[in-house]
């Protein structure tokens, strides 16, 4: 079954079952892009935690650093994930199902925390409930044509809007300590936030337009 290879070239013994299973290892639960996924999810009480306690029970200013500093880090594993996953082909049927998952409870706790502190008021709440209503009508539209063998793949105007929103939660996180480092942040995140809430509409429509083709046809058939 197994070959040696000549030990001039190598001394690596290959053989099937041996590709076999690094590809099966590779694809699994533990491959790096699915890791980066879940640090991802892990992240998310950190920041949370980071907020609550300098918002809510008045801690140190500089949790909000801290809190910045894990969000960022999150958001860099958004792209490195699926970066890794197509260089090394680890795609994997976890990862897809987990990676957007993950991008919306990262998007959804910030938002939340971000209102409860404060910082999201007033009119910008309807920015963070379009944005929320959004992501719930795409998860559930996504469900939905899953069932039906069809894909909605993911346009390049929804990933700037991804971005977008990122960069916003990005400044409103950091919000008054902010605000002693760069006048204005926490103004400057919620116009980002504005920006985003409004091509989230544009992007929400766009991926509902898309599918309901499918709906009608599948009521008609």
Known sequence: MCRMVDLQDSAVLVGPMNIA???GLAKGSLSLPNILTFARIAAIPLVVGCIYAQAILDWPLWLRWVALAVFIAAAVTDFLDG????????????????DPIADKLLVASCLLMLAADGIIHGWTLWAAIVI?????????????LAGLRVSVPVTKLAKWKTTAQLVAIGFLLAGEAGDQVIPHTTEIGLLLLWISAIVTIYTGWDYFRAGIHHLIKEDEG
């Open 132 to 144: 929320l209503c959004r992501e719930i009508l795409v998860s559930g539209l996504r469900e939905y």
């Open 21 to 23: 299973t690094t590809r």
């Open 83 to 98: 970066y890794y996953a197509r260089m090394w082909d680890q795609q994997s049927a976890l990862g897809r199902m987990l």
